[in-house]
């Protein structure tokens, strides 16, 4: 006996659509905007969510120029870009966009691609506009719709991967092959995204395994690569699982954005916060965070911190005989010849002025404050020449150690600043120890 199978519901797209019906669903229902600029400048073609962002209709849009629909303030920003474009460049940016339907800013990623004609001649452009979010969402839209639509893949401003359950590549957009330094895709396809990436980072590795196991849908990690086996590359990987009926992961799509240059200001950013800007050590605050962890170490492993209060000796007779601009390069020097006095791994401040810090947290006994100390008395009694001239400059240093004293920051910076005094008092250029009634 056949049983009759139930017609698809009426809301259903039916199998076997024409390329045009299709084509006409994505133009009407994609989120991202497109549109194909001719080399005149007009608008040759846009879908539907282009022509939303003027607030008016595709057939207002098509024909008119750019410097039209933008105005000429706004295009004296983007035709150098044109231009670059049009030469056979394919550039990406993001710019802060007025949301024409709720007012709100939004940031968009603007990809800007040379579109060339049946002669391989470049005719226009295709400029492209979505946020990451958007991205994934069309993207895989796109791919669910139809196959053949995969070429625009390659448009993406993001580099796009598909995987099979077991990480193994099936597809990647040009982008890709940029970013990872790839020459030869067609060799790579089937293998490992594993053996492809060079890198020791195993997070991305775990955030692929959950989706595999069907931990979870979707989610973002970011990792470091090496590119022709020298640049590294820091990106952020936004990954997503395809699964079927029964709720197995089949594929694994990865849409990848290059954030190095995020990263290195990031770093620039945490670096300038944590040290002296003169000397290049660290500064006041980032000291006593290094102290404070230190210290915390100490009290659970029952090991010791010594703090190392320093003062130069003869400074302020540079800086008034001199000039400030001697003093400033005395005290880059200072930094270099204490950053070699000291042990490996001992860390050294600015606290201000001409007062600076040691720490020693590691192979501590109650006399390496006073080798060490001495170590650094001997490097900064050494002539230095500034300016053509010969100068000197001495230090004279407090000690504070834990134990016996408290192990609270400023209990010891107390003390040691204390001591320093007293070192001073006793004739300059020496180390004294603080005692426990400081």
Same mark, same amino acid.
């Given at each position: 006996?056949?049983?009759?199978?139930?017609?698809?519901?009426?809301?259903?797209?039916?199998?076997?659509?024409?390329?045009?019906?299709?084509?006409?669903?994505?133009?009407?229902?994609?989120?991202?905007?497109?549109?194909?600029?001719?080399?005149?400048?007009?608008?040759?073609?846009?879908?539907?969510?282009?022509?939303?962002?003027?607030?008016?209709?595709?057939?207002?849009?098509?024909?008119?120029?750019?410097?039209?629909?933008?105005?000429?303030?706004?295009?004296?920003?983007?035709?150098?870009?044109?231009?670059?474009?049009?030469?056979?460049?394919?550039?990406?940016?993001?710019?802060?966009?007025?949301?024409?339907?709720?007012?709100?800013?939004?940031?968009?990623?603007?990809?800007?691609?040379?579109?060339?004609?049946?002669?391989?001649?470049?005719?226009?452009?295709?400029?492209?506009?979505?946020?990451?979010?958007?991205?994934?969402?069309?993207?895989?839209?796109?791919?669910?719709?139809?196959?053949?639509?995969?070429?625009?893949?390659?448009?993406?401003?993001?580099?796009?991967?598909?995987?099979?359950?077991?990480?193994?590549?099936?597809?990647?957009?040009?982008?890709?092959?940029?970013?990872?330094?790839?020459?030869?895709?067609?060799?790579?396809?089937?293998?490992?995204?594993?053996?492809?990436?060079?890198?020791?980072?195993?997070?991305?590795?775990?955030?692929?395994?959950?989706?595999?196991?069907?931990?979870?849908?979707?989610?973002?990690?970011?990792?470091?690569?090496?590119?022709?086996?020298?640049?590294?590359?820091?990106?952020?990987?936004?990954?997503?699982?395809?699964?079927?009926?029964?709720?197995?992961?089949?594929?694994?799509?990865? $849409? *990848?954005?290059?954030? #190095? !240059?995020?990263?290195?200001?990031?770093? +620039?950013?945490?670096?300038?916060?944590?040290?002296? =800007? &003169?000397?290049?050590?660290?500064?006041?605050?980032?000291?006593?965070?290094?102290?404070?962890?230190?210290?915390?170490?100490?009290?659970?492993?029952?090991?010791?911190?010594?703090?190392?209060?320093?003062?130069?000796?003869?400074?302020?007779?540079?800086?008034?005989?001199?000039?400030?601009?001697?003093?400033?390069?005395?005290?880059?020097?200072?930094?270099?010849?204490?950053?070699?006095?000291?042990?490996?791994?001992?860390?050294?401040?600015?606290?201000?002025?001409?007062?600076? $810090? *040691?720490?020693?947290? #590691? !192979?501590?006994?109650?006399?390496?404050? +006073?080798?060490?100390?001495?170590?650094?008395?001997? =490097? &900064?009694?050494?002539?230095?020449?500034?300016?053509?001239?010969?100068?000197?400059?001495?230090?004279?240093?407090?000690?504070?150690?834990?134990?016996?004293?408290?192990?609270?920051?400023?209990?010891?910076?107390?003390?040691?600043?204390?001591?320093?005094?007293?070192?001073?008092?006793?004739?300059?250029?020496?180390?004294?120890?603080?005692?426990?009634?400081?």
């Amino acid at each position: 006996m056949t049983i009759a199978r139930p017609p698809p519901p009426a809301s259903s797209f039916p199998l076997g659509m024409p390329e045009g019906a299709i084509l006409d669903v994505i133009r009407r229902d994609t989120g991202a905007t497109v549109a194909l600029i001719n080399r005149e400048l007009q608008v040759v073609y846009c879908n539907d969510e282009y022509a939303r962002w003027f607030e008016t209709t595709r057939d207002q849009v098509e024909g008119k120029t750019l410097v039209e629909l933008y105005g000429k303030a706004d295009s004296v920003r983007f035709l150098p870009l044109v231009e670059r474009v049009l030469a056979g460049e394919r550039l990406e940016y993001q710019r802060l966009l007025q949301n024409p339907f709720g007012g709100a800013e939004d940031w968009r990623t603007i990809c800007l691609t040379p579109a060339r004609n049946a002669s391989g001649e470049i005719a226009g452009f295709i400029t492209s506009a979505l946020d990451v979010h958007e991205l994934q969402v069309t993207m895989s839209a796109l791919r669910s719709a139809n196959q053949r639509l995969s070429s625009h893949m390659d448009n993406s401003p993001l580099a796009v991967l598909e995987m099979d359950h077991d990480l193994r590549l099936l597809h990647c957009s040009q982008r890709t092959v940029q970013l990872m330094g790839w020459e030869q895709v067609a060799s790579f396809k089937g293998r490992l995204l594993s053996e492809l990436l060079q890198t020791t980072d195993d997070h991305l590795g775990r955030a692929l395994q959950r989706l595999q196991q069907g931990q979870e849908a979707q989610n973002r990690v970011e990792t470091c690569f090496l590119r022709h086996g020298d640049t590294q590359v820091h990106a952020e990987w936004f990954n997503s699982a395809l699964t079927d009926a029964q709720g197995m992961t089949t594929s694994i799509m990865a $849409l *990848v954005q290059d954030v #190095s !240059d995020r990263v290195q200001v990031a770093r +620039q950013q945490q670096y300038v916060a944590n040290h002296d =800007a &003169l000397t290049g050590l660290y500064n006041r605050s980032a000291f006593h965070e290094q102290l404070g962890t230190s210290l915390a170490l100490a009290k659970s492993a029952g090991s010791g911190v010594a703090l190392l209060f320093i003062d130069l000796d003869g400074f302020k007779r540079v800086n008034d005989e001199q000039g400030h601009r001697a003093g400033d390069e005395v005290l880059r020097v200072v930094a270099q010849r204490l950053a070699s006095a000291v042990r490996e791994g001992d860390i050294v401040a600015r606290l201000g002025g001409d007062e600076f $810090l *040691v720490m020693l947290d #590691s !192979d501590l006994t109650p006399l390496e404050p +006073q080798v060490v100390g001495r170590r650094i008395i001997e =490097a &900064l009694n050494q002539p230095m020449v500034v300016g053509g001239r010969s100068l000197r400059v001495g230090a004279s240093i407090g000690v504070a150690m834990h134990p016996p004293m408290a192990g609270e920051i400023d209990v010891l910076m107390g003390a040691a600043d204390q001591a320093m005094y007293a070192a001073k008092r006793d004739g300059k250029g020496r180390v004294r120890y603080a005692e426990m009634s400081a």
